[in-house]
């Protein structure tokens, strides 16, 4: 088939949270039209990608996409039409030296990554592939464990509850994709009872997951352990628990500031911190655990915890694989998140988690808390192997979509699937 573009043109949709997002679509001259969407983050790295926003008070509050729309259409579409749509390197170079900044600031990481995404999906197409196996080869065939955000805190619950941001459901003990997902359905509900049973509330965060108020930031980890004994389950031996602290969010003059517990502690006592929770709590991977600007500490954290358990670098290292690569020269963790529109193209995403794998880091692909239903991170977690992904709560639409998306490649890929389960990890599990 013709895989030439013959056509780019974008269009204003909403998120996840009521704000508008930049869509994309591709056309190749073999007539095949293939589109994307673009997520939005609330807890961002300081480093990330530059999402263009307009500014206009009279939409939106400032944040429409129009300037990033006219961008796609009339900056980086003329550029890109006849070119081949399988090649996206040459594709994502021509966008980057378009833009000309080092944070695509100039064009947008909206409208960049839109094109970028759409192109991909149009060349798979056209290919007569999957996706995850346009993108990752006929090796890609191992299903990621879900990491399920069942309870919601930091900004993602408005500031309302604990102060780590997402306590993760983690079932590595399950047989199959399809199981551990019905596992994460079935504590998610366990939970809500429970919740429900001591007059907590069941409302919930931007992720899906509940966002009751508590008091302190392990009574989270309490309430899942409670919801999983009472499917049945053992926590640790089949379902682990992870923890995204998004710590940057409460890091201010040298402190985190854990309102919930209304205490401040020092980079050393948070690490103690974490440390007494690894003890006592099944917690296989720790993202964020410390802030974007606290590098040297992470040193650190990375020396005590380290061999236990996954460190992962969000706000930190932003998708950056100029930034991953210091981070691994100074052992700073032992893995990346992968965030598409931290970095603004697929090329640059795959270098990431290439790099981070490459060192034996973990790559943990993720969503942002701002989605919509497009499911591209579910076949990028099949072609990268990564092992595992997070997606938010086993509730939805937005959320649930990219799991969808994995039963569907579970079932089509029948008896070569495979499940990451306890090897997803860059750590084994001590359970
Ligand atoms: C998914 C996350 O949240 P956001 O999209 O708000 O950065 C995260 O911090 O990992
Ligand atoms: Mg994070």
Known sequence: MDSTIIGISAREILDSRGNPTVEVEVTLACGIRARAAVPSGASTGSREAVELRDGDPRRYGGKGVRTALEHVEERIGPDLIDLDARDQKVIDDTMIALD???????????????????????????????????????????LPVPCMNILNGGVHAHGQGADIQEFML????????????????????ALQGILLKKGLSVGVGDEGGFAPQVHANREPLDLIVAAIETVGLQPGAEVGIAMDSA???????????????KRQLG?????????????EYPLCLLEDGLAQDDWENWKLLNRQLGDGIELVGDD??????????????????NAALIKLNQIGTVTETIAAARLAQFHGWGAFVSHRSGETVDSFIADLTV??????????????????EKYNQLLRIEEELGTAARFAGKTAFCRPIRF
């Not at 196996?133 to 890609?140: I, R, V």
């Not at 980079?267 to 003890?279: G, K, Q």
Request: glycine share 12%.
């Open 383 to 400: 072609a990268l192997d990564t092992g595992h992904l997070k997606s938010g709560a086993p509730c939805r639409g937005e959320r649930v």
């Open 170 to 189: 983690v079932p590595y003990g399950a047989g199959s994709f399809r199981e551990a997902l019905r596992w994460g359905a079935e504590v998610y509900h």
């Open 316 to 333: 930190i290292f932003c998708t950056n694989p100029a930034i991953i690569a210091r981070a691994i020269t100074d052992q700073i963790a």
């Open 247 to 261: 710590s940057s969010e409460f890091y201010q003059d040298g402190k985190y500031h854990l309102h919930c517990e």
């Open 267 to 279: 980079s050393a006592e948070m690490i103690a911190y974490y440390a007494a929770l690894v003890d």
């Open 100 to 142: 000309g900044t080092d944070n695509k600031a100039r064009l947008g990481a909206n409208a960049i990554l839109g094109v970028s995404l759409a192109c991909a999906r149009a060349a798979a197409e056209a290919s007569g592939l999957p996706l995850y196996h346009y993108l990752g080869g006929p090796g890609a065939t191992r």
